[in-house]
């Protein structure tokens, strides 16, 4: 129950021990006992429950938060979840502290590890402000691969211009600090970073920053692809 998020685990156990909760007909009010998701059938209050072994969310991280489960100085992504959310809850990948927009939170390990590997290349839109005009020459530059110290040359990017300071960047690998190093590459700075999009998950706009909300089952099998 916790997990499905219908309510904290105090609040479950009193629901319980209220008679609640119903359990392959029969019910049940010891909050110790024992069901197995795949062969019981748990109902509660009359509606039956469907167990979800992973939770997938869609966060639109503000400015100032660290993507990180826990910091020492720093409010975190998972913060930004209620409590009885957190349960084994990571963020996927990692945002810059000063950059905004879309991160993944799970607590399937397994997709968070094909995510991030370098060897899938999952590609990552940014919408980019700059601080100087950038130049045609600049933009194809960006998309041919740029050489970064200390990691070589970027694989080629994608890019569209939406006026003279502000475009849109697509990158395959998620080097530190990468797009603003990049921008640096071509001689320009950037002054505004937000991710909207990773593979075919493109960030939903009616959500504020701070707010997340799961991924639909669309959305899920994008991301899994």
């Known amino acids: 129950m916790c997990d499905l998020n219908i309510c904290t685990r105090s609040e479950a156990k009193s629901f319980i021990k209220k008679g609640l909760v119903n359990v392959n007909g029969e019910t049940v009010k010891d909050p110790g006992a024992h069901v197995d998701p795949d ?7 009359g509606e039956k429950l469907k167990y979800i072994k992973n939770v997938y969310f869609m966060l639109n991280k503000p400015a100032g938060i660290v993507s990180a489960v826990t910091d020492d100085k720093d409010k975190t992504v998972i913060d930004l979840f209620r409590s009885e959310n957190r349960k ?7 945002l810059d502290k000063d950059t905004h927009g879309l991160i993944i939170i799970t607590d399937d390990g397994d997709l968070c590890h ?16 700059l601080k100087d005009p950038i130049t045609d020459d600049s933009l194809l530059k960006l998309e041919a691969g740029v050489e970064l110290k200390g990691d070589g040359i970027t694989k080629p990017a994608k890019t569209l ?17 990468q797009v603003k190093r990049m921008a640096a590459a071509v001689g320009n700075k950037v002054i505004y970073l937000k ?20 991924l639909t089952k669309e959305e899920l099998l994008l991301l899994k692809k």
């Open 195 to 214: 991710r909207i999009g990773i593979g075919d998950i493109k960030l939903d706009e009616s959500l504020k920053e701070g707010e997340y909300r799961q």
């Open 39 to 45: 062969s019981d059938t748990v109902f509660y209050k």
């Open 88 to 94: 084994g809850l990571v963020p996927v990948g990692r």
């Open 161 to 177: 211009k939406l006026n003279e300071k502000e475009i849109l960047l697509t990158i395959n690998e998620g080097m530190y600090h």
């Open 114 to 129: 094909h995510l991030t590997s370098p060897g899938h290349h999952v590609p990552k839109t940014y919408f980019v402000g």
